[in-house]
């Protein structure tokens, strides 16, 4: 008789490799609200330049990042093309310290932020121009819906 333990768990490892798979590629690039992110604000001093009038698209990048040059391009022609919209990317490498303040985990990691520098939105991974349009609107509600400016 043969022992068939060593085949169920071969078989259970695949599987669960499969749905960890399908699950991180559905969440990729998808812009989400974090209650941990609630109140965290990102400063000009921070991010080394001023934060846009309307919007800020945040990206944390890594030397390795296979994904980053496509964010890098993709935010880069949304900042130049919407008003009040800027982009900044920021080595996360050379910044321990807003890594571990944001609890980054991944590169690229985009977060967008509203023209106070409140974190509104973020995504990891591949990004996505919908999703992204649709953190900028979210960004702009933020504003309009009773939030202080910057006066």
Do not use: K, N
Not at 34 to 61: I, K, M, N
């Amino acid at each position: 008789m043969v022992d068939p333990t060593g085949l169920v768990i071969c078989a259970a490892v695949l599987v669960a490799a499969a749905v960890f798979g399908a699950v991180r590629t559905a969440r990729d690039g998808r812009l989400r609200v974090r209650s941990a992110d609630a109140g965290l604000r990102l400063t000009s001093a921070e991010l080394g330049q001023r934060v846009g009038e309307r919007a800020t698209l945040v990206q944390f990048s890594t030397t390795y990042c296979s994904s980053c040059d496509a964010a890098r391009r993709l935010l880069g022609g949304l900042a130049a093309t919407t008003a009040g919209v800027t982009h900044v990317e920021v080595d996360a490498e050379a910044r321990p310290d807003l890594v571990a303040r944001l609890g980054l985990l991944r590169s690229p990691t985009v977060l967008v932020l509203d023209r106070d520098g409140r974190i509104v939105r973020r995504a990891s991974g591949p990004q996505r121009r919908a999703e992204i349009l649709a953190g900028i609107e979210a960004a702009t509600v933020s504003e309009t819906a009773g939030a202080p400016s910057r006066g």
